[in-house]
């Protein structure tokens, strides 16, 4: 019998590839759109958002598995991520608990791991500690940076390496995913016999991360260019984001809130919350990935 999946943030970045690995694999997914979409083999459109019950209703009944991607990653009104990332998890479960479906298969971030620096990793931990306490059968995923083609967010560097300087935060490790895997993850886990009441932190396969100056370097090989990847203090970070925000308005990449959990020194994903292998393995380590990224880019016109 074909396994139906419930999607949220099916449009977003990383729903997109997860909707292209879960049509390969041949299963069946309802998927929420704020918009109107083109017709997609293999999913079905549900018009709504994470704060309309009726929507949510249509979408996870008769669902054996919700997926819920969908989240506000950065925003200049700080409110926001208690309205997307809180309590629009909640909402995802209580219309779960009305349809009697299951198993929750949530994506947090590594954020959450650190909630005093970011409103965005605090609204994270709050979302993780309600699917927690929900009685559902969940598993919760905290992906570390995740790049791939379509990315708008690590693009940056791509963009900025093609000129040859990567500006840094403070000096530091992370760990890094390319979307793909991710969305391999996230369907391993939607499941009857995955793993559940559990929380993995997934990577490239990279022990220890990688530094920043590794990957601003292995970013410029992947464009081309060797480059000046200077650490830059909190204090010039945060006079940069104000600069974005003067420059780019709402649609500023650098925030205030980005730079508190920028300039921690430490996120890398931890050995003991790595993901069975048995359950899933990375297939995509850091240079290929790039490699294929930055391809990507130059293909689109991007770079």
């Known amino acids: 019998m074909t396994q139906i999946l419930a999607i949220t943030g099916a449009t977003g970045f990383v729903g997109g590839s997860v909707l292209d690995a879960a049509r390969e694999q041949g299963f069946e997914v309802r998927a ?67 349809a009697g479906i299951k198993r929750l298969v949530f994506v947090s971030s590594l954020s959450a791991r ?45 963009r900025s390496a093609k000129f040859g300087i990567v500006p840094l935060p403070p000096r530091g490790a992370t760990s890094i995913i390319h979307v793909d895997d991710l969305a391999r993850l996230l369907l391993a886990l939607a499941g009857p016999v995955a793993p559940s009441r559990v929380l993995y932190e997934p990577d490239d396969g990279r022990e220890g991360g990688w530094s920043h100056t590794e990957l601003a370097h292995a970013i410029g090989k992947a464009v081309g260019r060797k480059v000046f990847a200077p650490n830059l203090s909190a204090s010039v970070l945060e006079i940069a984001a104000r600069a974005d925000k003067i420059l780019r308005g709402d649609k500023a990449k650098l925030t205030a809130d980005r730079v508190g959990y920028m300039c921690h020194p430490n996120w890398v994903a931890r050995s003991q919350k790595a993901v069975p292998e048995k359950v899933w393995q990375p297939r995509i380590h850091g240079e290929e990935g790039f490699a294929a990224t930055a391809k990507w880019y130059r293909d689109e016109g991007w770079l």
């Open 32 to 98: 929420l759109t704020r918009r109107d979409q083109a017709p997609r083999e293999g999913a079905v459109w549900v018009n709504g958002t994470l704060d309309d019950a009726e929507a949510l209703a249509e979408l996870v009944h008769d669902a054996d598995t919700v997926i819920h991607i969908a989240g506000l990653t950065n925003t200049p009104n700080l409110a926001e991520f208690e309205t997307a990332n809180v309590i629009g998890t909640q909402n995802v479960i209580a219309a779960m608990k009305q």
């Open 114 to 158: 650190e909630p005093d620096l970011s409103a965005y990793g605090a609204s994270k931990a709050r979302a993780e500690t309600l699917v927690e306490a929900s009685g559902l059968d969940w598993t919760t995923v905290r992906p570390p940076a995740v790049y791939g083609p379509r990315d708008t967010d690590m693009f940056e560097l791509f």
